[in-house]
């Protein structure tokens, strides 16, 4: 159908995808819990109020549940049907860019486009991030020269992660600035009128959610406090009211559970697509794996047989032999049997490291404890405690407490600078001492926990 929208960016109801603008807006408290519990807003919200998300409109998918007889065949379909999306949605543009890491996904696009490229005619140029030396950055590199596309290299570093708490301001705050890697520079460069991107690939390709199959998520949506930051008061008065953002979205897909819903038009939406709505400010993303029939395609297979079997056949097809370069996440083919390592480092970036070491001083000085404890959210004993226990953190990647250590000073600028409307009271009726004391200790206990298990699989 014509109207047909899944996978596009999230924009702003009416507007095109420019920055926001929230100067003396009030702050949404359910947005704020939402990103503090899983790093992202649920339901259609944003950060601040007359700023509303547009719905993915998924209806008039017709997704008829069968099982796969030969799983040869699916795949081989799989593939035709992503290279019909790439001829689709790349007609009329003379230079496309495409986002590739030394992961699976975005190395099908690639192979897929570069059969695009060979029938359309346009020029390409791959954007890349990572340290050197890093698997990304080697095997993207590896792929454009194949391919004999440009290369970007783009830096990943203190200074741009810094940069990124301001660009995060742009599009409103709803993400950690983490999630935004150098996706300015891919926005602001002159060699690309469109950018691809497989940020979905692994999720309706083959069933993962941050590397979790879709078999293992939980029956329904649930939001977690994980660290016990939130008072139990609030949690009570909040918690069932963002669950209802999450059920209530009206184009949810039929046949598959309410959990893969969540995954779906949560998960992806506020977070994946967010990040990627800064280089939207600039020019049009184009993601791949979301056209109608491949969504038809892929979600009428059974949960059980929706596995790694079909990236394989894809892989073992793309052209110049990259499907068998090793996947970045192990180092080991992922065609071929082997437990032969490429010993290349899996880092492609320390933003753990550099927040607490290189950019401590920015966090601690902009996190606004006045301004953080006036939302009436937290339980501010817990909260000076996961700020006391961030800098034991040993690991070079960012963790759960790096991201909300992060966060928290990215929300303190973005309230500062737009001189956002605050809670004038957010009290909470029924403040029950024995809650707020449990809450304490499992508060202790669960940080703690996780800087002592989290530092020592650094160690190992």
Known sequence: MDNFTFGQNPKIEGKPNNRINAINKPIIIESVISIVCEGYINGLESTITDNKKEEWNTKGLNIIPKNITSIEKHALK????????????????????????????????????????QIQGFEVIVY??????S?????????????NWKYKKLNLNPSVLKENFYHNLKIGCEISPIHLHNMWAVSKDKD???????????????????????????????????????????????????????????????????????????????LLQTAMSLIELEKPVVQTFTSKKILEHVLSVPVSQRNDDY?????????EGIGYIPNAKTGKSFIEDTNELDGLSPTSHKYGKWLREDLNDFILSNIDLKKIESLGIFDMTNLYFLISQWQKCKEDRSNRIDELMSYLANLSIFIEENDLELPKNNYVEGNNIFKTLTNRFKSILKIKSYVFSRNLLKSK
């Open 78 to 117: 799989l593939e035709e049907l992503l290279l019909e999306e790439l001829l689709e949605k790349l007609k009329g543009y003379d230079k496309v860019g495409i986002m590739l890491s030394g992961g699976l996904d975005s190395r099908i696009i690639a192979g897929l486009l570069k059969k695009t490229e």
């Open 135 to 147: 698997r990304d950055v080697v095997y993207a590199k590896k792929i454009a020269n194949l391919y």
């Open 192 to 270: 690309s009128e469109v950018v691809i991107s497989a940020t979905f690939g692994d999720s309706i390709g083959r069933g993962l959610f941050s590397g979790k199959h879709v078999k293992e998520l939980n029956s329904e949506p649930i939001l977690k406090d994980y660290f016990y930051l939130l008072k139990p008061e609030i949690k009570n008065r909040y918690f069932p009211k963002i669950i209802k953002k999450k059920l209530n979205n009206s184009n949810y897909i039929d046949y598959i559970s309410l959990a893969e819903n969540d995954q779906y038009f949560n998960y992806l939406n506020r």
């Open 128 to 133: 890349n991030w990572g340290m050197d030396g």
């Open 311 to 319: 990236y394989k056949i894809i892989l073992k097809n793309l052209p």
